[in-house]
T-cell receptor, first 114, second 112 residues
């Protein structure tokens, strides 16, 4: 069973800063890793999915990297904006599983102030 | 495009009452379907998943059950709610194995 840890638990920064959110997982035999965003009281929005064969994925100001061997992923947010304020979650599936049973970290709560 | 709907958005129930939460997906066929719970101070936990009609796998022993009566319908139920069943319940779907999961807006369940 995967254990997923996210650091930091909370982050508060002024607008415009570049940010790095960290995710680590205990079992490196994964097919993919997914980053989500959750606004207060809302469901999850998928941001990026990195396949095990990839080292990074980019979407707009977001860049996610994956290092399977060390069990780590980072989410890089460039030029942060107040609208980026949310909780960011990473999730990985079971060892060798593609069935989509995901294990989540507890998230990083990000606040970007103007 | 595909959409996922959950209802109700908010629910307040007394201890011992039954529960039925519904989730439907539109715009895709034979999706994998999932129920998660997000409890206060805890991370998201997978409760059930389904790869087809009538096929339900349970991840943790609990007071809840799930059913999939139709291809794109997933129902979470309980016969008698406990205080510990309070939380934020999220339904999700994925098109194929190893594809992104997409979540509904969730149901906030409070047990009194």
């Amino acid at each position: 069973k995967q254990e997923v840890t996210q650091i930091p638990a909370a982050l508060s920064v002024p607008e415009g800063e570049n940010l790095v959110l960290n995710c680590s997982f205990t079992d490196s035999a994964i097919y993919n890793l997914q980053w989500f965003r959750q606004d207060p009281g809302k469901g999850l929005t998928s941001l990026l999915l990195i396949q095990s064969s990839q080292r990074e994925q980019t979407s707009g100001r977001l860049n996610a990297s994956l290092d399977k061997s060390s069990g780590r992923s980072t989410l890089y947010i460039a030029a942060s904006q107040p609208g980026d304020s949310a909780t960011y979650l990473c999730a990985v599936p079971d060892r060798g599983s593609t069935l989509g049973r995901l294990y989540f970290g507890r998230g990083t709560q990000l606040t970007v102030w103007p | 495009s595909q959409t996922i709907h959950q209802w109700p958005a908010t629910l307040v129930q007394p201890v011992g009452s039954p529960l039925s939460l519904e989730c439907t997906v539109e715009g895709t066929s034979n999706p994998n379907l999932y129920w998660y719970r997000q409890a206060a101070g805890r991370g998201l936990q997978l409760l059930f998943y389904s790869v087809g009609i009538g096929q339900i796998s349970s991840e943790v022993p609990q007071n809840l059950s799930a059913s999939r009566p139709q291809d794109r319908q997933f129902i979470l139920s309980s016969k008698k709610l406990l205080l510990s069943d309070s939380g934020f319940y999220l339904c999700a779907w994925s098109a194929l194995d190893n594809q992104p999961q997409h979540f509904g807006d969730g149901t906030r369940l409070s047990i009194l």
